[in-house]
């Protein structure tokens, strides 16, 4: 009878330490599955990727919101939360002026993934779980990248029209593949600055997919959000040995020659591009005839069908700032300004180097997706925001609050109603974009 009693106790406590590793490992989890299931989704471009997406975040930040004794959040922390419930608010009630009112709730929809993104991180991850989240978001990147280089390079890549022979897959788009791969590489380079032994090993190895990846994207933005965010990574790791800062100043030098090569094929118009002082013309334009409110969400390709100067088609004005301005008016810029800048407080000297790698993350998405549409590929997005809401984690300190009772209730009430929201839309709402 002891021996069987002894047995169960020692059946319990395995089980126990089973159920708590798996807890332990839960950032990990969802990250990696997160970015690599939008990155191979055509990176998350199509309605049901936003949906699905949506849903594993809520129910992921529900169980949370259910299970964990104590959650904190720092002041920095609950108005990054207030800015994207309040554009999520904006860009829906612009459906009211919008003249295309089915694209502007479709782009409603986009934005709630974001809002469950950031709330998933800021709910759930507690500081000492951030290099365990990043590491896991590393491999998401690396695994949706190892698809398409492998496609690329051993199954064929034929000439398109748009892209030519970049590589592109899966995301869909050269230049956001570019940025994924370079978010990727820097979280790379941070975590091996702090993971010991066998770990650094493997993220290093992820720069063999990495690496080739924003090569043939041929994305100059994408390198210089790369270098940008290694000069980020260098200031905020001043303790870092001087070695290890030549190689960081040594690889921000040989990317910006690389841009260089890379720009050599062909006469550069500008650095921005052939087309995209176009597309921030009409949007200016679109601006100018809407200066108080916008003319409303995911109108601006209407907008270019009218006023377009060149016989191309183009859905978005290749940046949110200026494409926010046009449709959602100064209101709306704002809180996209709000919502994307607040991260960025938390950039101090003092930061650990978990805290630094998501810093340079962050800032090369925020110089990119000034340049290009970003915001409409959910898994490039979702890797932004998960750099900048872990930088906001990762700065945390003892003036953070614990959550309410009352506020984890409206909290979990607003996550469930999301969760229905996106199995509804599964079922009734269009499968494509800017369907009608």
Partial sequence: MRGAIAAGIRARDGQRDVAGFVAQQLPALVGFSILAADGVAAGGYFPRAWRLTTFALVAFTAAALIARRRIVLGWAERWLLAAFGALLVWTTLSTRWSGYPRTSILEGERTVVYVAGVAAVLLCVERPELPRLLGGALAGVTAASAYGLVKYLFFGHPLTT???KLLFEPIGYANALGLYAAIGLLLALGLALRTPGWARWVCAASGIVLVPTLYL???RGAWIGFAAGVATLLVLTHRASPALAVLFAALAAALFVAVGVVSHQRAIVSLAGENRPRYWQVAWREYEDNPILGSGAGTFDEYWLQYRTVPSFARDAHSLYLESLAELGPLGLGLVVAA??????????DLDSVGATAAAGYVAYLIHTGLDWDWELSAVTLAGLLCGAALLVAARDGSARELSA??????????????????VRLETGPSLPFAS
């Fill in 162 to 164: 748009i892209q030519g």
């Fill in 406 to 423: 009352s506020t984890r209730l409206a909290l979990l009430a607003a996550a469930l109603a999301f969760a229905v929201l996106a199995l």
């Fill in 340 to 349: 994307l800048g607040l991260p960025l407080l938390a950039l101090r000297r």
């Fill in 217 to 219: 994207t041929s994305s």
